[in-house]
């Protein structure tokens, strides 16, 4: 495995942990639960005006709370345990240091599959049809295959022009982004260094660092901007698409409003960064 797919590795396993320690949690509030319920006598009400009613009210009450505690905990441990399921899931992320290769053996076996059907359907349109389920067989189709292609769908034998025409939608999709990723890795790392915060592209994420928690107004503009909290990286992050950075140039453009007003308050008292790095982000 490479270092992202043991990342992702790790982050099913963490899922996991968290799913087990929340069915854990809900099956030990169901037994509490169960517990304090025994301690009513089965069937018995409520004895309204009696001296005990307001603590029986209270008592029943926190039963109640316990049991939707657990059925909490227990969806909980579900939505945990189809997170795991779901890693790796959605298809080949850009995150992969092999990603290039392999969306090209992906669109690689699209051409293929392209190039199949479009001489399956030019053998099925022979005029001669022996000759032309004998082209098939050569090409690995059965008898059955055979007769399914030349059953009629809509009007028109063979395959149908949107499965094509799909197919060949999703190769230029793919090699979209593999000249995307490929356009990514040529350019220089993008590196910004002020006062107030550190701008860089790291691991495929856009990442602004500053020196312990930053104020309200900083966070806001962060948020606005879709970036998140990564304690493992110790930055605010969102991937590095091209949304990711044009959503960068424009938080980075506000922080540098806000800071210039900051300054302007204070008199101009902020330390002046010892290094400044610009670079295109």
């Not at 939608?169 to 350019?187: D, H, P, V």
């Not at 592209?201 to 500053?210: L, T």
């Not at 424009?250 to 400044?276: F, H, I, T, V, Y």
Request: charged content about 40%.
């Amino acid at each position: 495995m490479n270092t992202y797919e043991e990342r992702q590795e790790a982050r099913r396993e963490r899922y996991l942990k968290r799913a087990e320690r929340a069915r854990a949690e809900s099956r030990e509030g169901w037994q509490r639960a169960r517990e304090m319920s025994d301690a009513i006598p089965f069937g018995q009400p409520i004895h309204v005006g009696h001296h005990s009613e307001k603590g029986d009210r209270a008592y029943r009450a926190r039963i109640e709370k316990t049991s939707e505690k657990a059925f909490r905990l227990n969806e909980k441990a579900d939505y945990y345990e189809q997170k795991a399921a779901s890693v790796g899931s959605g298809g080949i992320s850009s995150d992969d240091p092999d990603a290039v290769e392999k969306l090209k053996k992906d669109a690689e076996r699209l051409k293929v599959k392209q190039e199949r059907m479009k001489a399956a359907n030019r053998a099925i349109r022979m005029k001669d049809t022996a000759k032309g389920d004998a082209k098939l067989k050569e090409m690995g189709y059965t008898t059955e295959d055979i007769a399914t292609l030349r059953t009629p769908k809509y009007g028109r034998v063979g395959f149908p022009a949107w499965q094509i025409s799909n197919n060949g939608a999703n190769i230029r999709r793919i090699e979209g982004r593999i000249k995307e990723l490929e356009e990514r890795a040529t350019r220089e790392p993008e590196h910004i260094v002020t006062d107030l915060y550190e701008l860089k592209v790291e691991d495929n994420r856009v990442q602004f660092i500053f020196d312990g928690k930053p104020d309200e107004d900083v966070r806001s503009i962060l948020k606005y901007h879709a970036f998140k909290w990564s304690p493992s990286r110790g930055a605010w992050v969102r991937q590095a698409s091209g949304n990711g950075l044009f959503a960068a140039r424009q938080a980075k453009r506000k922080l540098d409003e806000l800071n210039a007003k900051e300054k302007a308050r204070s008199g101009g008292n902020r330390s002046e960064p010892q290094e400044r790095l610009t670079i295109k982000v």
